[in-house]
């Protein structure tokens, strides 16, 4: 894996608190890493949980998706753009809650690409320990005002 150097927020399109995660690790052509650190400000921490529910797992896996597919469009030249999450098989979280303090790292890898849709096998971990894995399938429209049925003002 190659180390990045460019702020999580110049390789995805979130912006704001939808950003969810907070460093860009590496990235190969066919593969992700990035992190997190759950506190208390976390997006979806939830006190009575010490913690932020597991299920949010998806969203960091797909925000790490997003993150290699702005790898990808910078390498190109272009910026980061919008993708949809179509759908995850076996979703398999090993922990209830991602706990305040973890330092999680998502990773993703890129197991089948055709044209504009795409499938990774992503995981989560805390040091050794895999908190959640799962298989996502992806759609990254060539021109998103096209496919949202908007039209451009002349």
Known sequence: MIELTRPINQLIPHS??????????????????????????????????GGV??????EYMAQTIAMFAGVEARRAGGQPAVG?????????????TFRLGAHLIVDVEQDFRDDQ???FSCTIVDGTDCLAEA?????QPRDIGSFLGMRSEA
């Open 135 to 139: 298989r996502l399938n992806v759609f």
């Open 16 to 49: 704001g608190t939808m950003s969810l995660l907070q460093e860009a690790i590496a990235a190969t052509e066919e593969t992700a890493r990035a992190g997190l650190r759950i506190a208390e400000d976390s997006l979806l921490y939830r006190p009575d949980l």
């Open 53 to 58: 529910p597991s299920w949010v797992g998806i």
């Open 84 to 96: 949809f999450l179509l759908g995850t098989r076996r979703y398999v979280a090993n922990v209830p």
């Open 117 to 119: 849709m795409a499938a």
